[in-house]
């Protein structure tokens, strides 16, 4: 997964050099180059942050977290994003939830998954973040009325570089959901992906 676009890159480039006769050409290429150089960049940086999560050192720092304020602040910024694409986004979430965790971590981990729900699900689609407290265990729900995913491929999607077919030819180095997952892990939360009937339901659940 990491040599193919180094790969692609290298050959992009060498044939630049054997074919392309104009400046204007040889610009194209390098901006394309450029792009897909910011790719493998932003890959290795997920490779390590999924790293230095799984070795646990931020848990030192955990602190009491406002989950209800964090979700509500990521629907306000993921709102116009969702209007953009023609879908809607609800939310239903309980006031004054509080976790213990890295509020940054925990930032990223939501919104990896409705940046994900939004980009992989067609105009039209109805998008919801809802939380709630059961039994003393805090759970947040991610659901939309997309697509899906096949049950046989929802365990195969949180492990890195997984990507469905469909998936392919969008942007995105196929490693949101095993970082949403190793930082699920480290608060020790899991997170299961389920059908919505239609579409796909994320479930992260913390424990008491």
């Known amino acids: 997964d990491l040599r193919t676009p180094l790969t692609r890159l290298r050959q992009r480039l060498e044939l630049a050099i054997r074919r392309e006769p104009t400046v204007d050409g040889l610009r194209a290429v390098v901006e394309a180059s450029i792009?897909?150089?910011?790719a493998i960049l932003d890959t290795?940086?997920?490779?390590?942050?999924?790293a230095q999560i799984e070795a646990g050192t931020r848990k030192a720092g955990f602190a009491a977290v406002a989950l209800?304020?964090?979700?509500?602040?990521?629907?306000?910024?993921?709102?116009?994003?969702?209007?953009?694409?023609?879908?809607?986004?609800?939310?239903?979430?309980?006031?004054?939830?509080?976790?213990?965790?890295?509020?940054?971590l925990l930032t990223q981990l939501f919104a990896n998954l409705?940046?994900?729900?939004?980009?992989?699900?067609?105009?039209?689609?109805?998008?919801?973040?809802?939380?709630?407290?059961?039994g003393g265990a805090v759970r947040v729900f991610v659901c939309d009325t997309?697509?899906?995913?096949?049950?046989?491929?929802r365990r195969k999607v949180l492990q890195r570089f997984?990507?469905?077919?469909?998936?392919?030819?969008?942007?995105?180095?196929?490693?949101?959901?095993?970082?949403?997952?190793?930082?699920?892990?480290?608060?020790?939360?899991?997170?299961?992906l389920e059908d919505n009937a239609p579409g796909l339901r994320c479930v992260v659940s913390f424990p008491p």
């Open 162 to 192: 997984f990507r469905l077919d469909a998936s392919r030819g969008t942007p995105g180095s196929g490693l949101g959901l095993s970082l949403a997952a190793a930082v699920a892990s480290l608060h020790g939360a899991v997170l299961e």
């Open 146 to 153: 997309g697509p899906g995913i096949p049950a046989e491929f």
């Open 44 to 50: 290795f940086s997920a490779l390590l942050r999924i």
């Open 114 to 134: 409705i940046d994900n729900a939004i980009g992989h699900t067609p105009s039209g689609t109805r998008l919801g973040i809802a939380a709630a407290a059961e």
């Open 35 to 38: 792009r897909d150089t910011d």
């Open 68 to 104: 209800s304020a964090l979700l509500e602040g990521l629907v306000e910024t993921f709102q116009p994003l969702a209007e953009e694409r023609d879908q809607e986004l609800w939310s239903r979430i309980t006031p004054g939830l509080r976790i213990q965790g890295d509020r940054e």
